[in-house]
């Protein structure tokens, strides 16, 4: 295989994986059959790798990064907890339609509950993480503002 | 069916004589069973067999790493390949019956 062609397959993996094994990788892509079977088997080791990072060896994640902080339990449960709450709605929408209520029902209840019960999650994360890592919270206060809208374009589109 | 493939067993049995780097490791797997491991799929493997503490790098050789089996990998290795010879025999006693 060229050379060219083992540092751009080695590219593939994520910087973690390549700053580990990249050198001893690409000195195994040299010395192996090239062809189009290996690359795509590189290929396909690389996607998965990037989607379930391996971590082994000197790999630990940097509790700093995106990747780090997004895996913290105050960055992801407001997440969910939008996410659970568009599903209320929709499934609301699915079953009952899209009519407003002149009671509001279990449904909203849950949904006003879900919504609320994260605003400490969120405060709590910007106060603990926005200082440590700013670029990594401040992208995740972003998903968490962005599931937030999702989740609230239902009942404004609807006007439930 | 296909030849034999799970590739950190492969690798552990691989590396059961003596330390080796990957290219080595390609050639003795496909010796030993004749499954021919591509090299993202022997880096995965290696990958997670050092997470685990089952085998460990040596000092790189050019550019080339060799990895040897730990006392662990050594252990997990026999377990396996016991009840893999156990699986077999029961297999292989069955066919004679029918």
Redesign the interface.
């Known amino acids: 295989m060229s050379p060219a062609l083992a540092r751009l397959l080695a590219r593939l993996y994520p910087r973690p994986?390549r700053e580990?094994?990249g050198?001893?990788?690409?000195?195994?892509?040299l010395?192996?059959r090239g062809g189009l079977?290996?690359a795509a088997?590189?290929?396909?080791?690389?996607v998965?790798?990037r989607i379930s990072p391996?971590?082994?060896?000197k790999?630990d994640r940097d509790p700093l990064s995106f990747g780090g902080v997004t895996r913290k339990p105050s960055a992801f449960l407001p997440l969910a907890m939008s996410l659970t709450a568009l599903a209320v709605v929709l499934g609301h929408i699915a079953i009952y339609g899209a009519a407003r209520e002149a009671d509001e029902g279990a449904a909203a209840h849950i949904w006003q509950l879900l919504m609320a019960g994260q605003i400490p999650v969120v405060a709590f994360f910007a106060i603990r993480w926005l200082p440590r890592a700013p670029r990594a919270a401040l992208g995740v206060l972003a998903l968490q503002a962005g599931a937030v809208l999702v989740s609230m374009a239902p009942v404004l589109y609807f006007n439930l | 069916m296909g030849h034999y493939s799970d590739p950190p067993l492969l690798v552990l049995a691989s590396l059961a004589n003596g330390p080796k780097?990957?290219?080595a490791m390609?050639e003795d797997i496909e010796l030993l069973c004749g499954t021919h491991l591509?090299?993202?799929?022997?880096?995965?493997a290696?990958?997670?067999?050092?997470?685990l503490g089952w085998i460990e790098?040596l000092p790189?050789e050019?550019?080339?790493?060799p990895y040897r089996i730990t006392a662990e990998g050594l252990r997990v290795l026999r377990a396996r390949l016991t009840t893999l010879h156990r699986f077999a025999g029961a297999g292989l006693e069955r066919l004679e019956l029918s």
């Open positions: 994986w580990r094994y050198a001893e990788f690409e000195a195994l892509l010395d192996g079977g290996t088997n590189v290929v396909w080791s690389a998965c790798e391996t971590q082994g060896g790999m | 780097h990957g290219h390609i591509g090299p993202g799929t022997l880096y995965g290696i990958a997670r067999l050092e997470q790098p790189p050019e550019r080339r790493r």
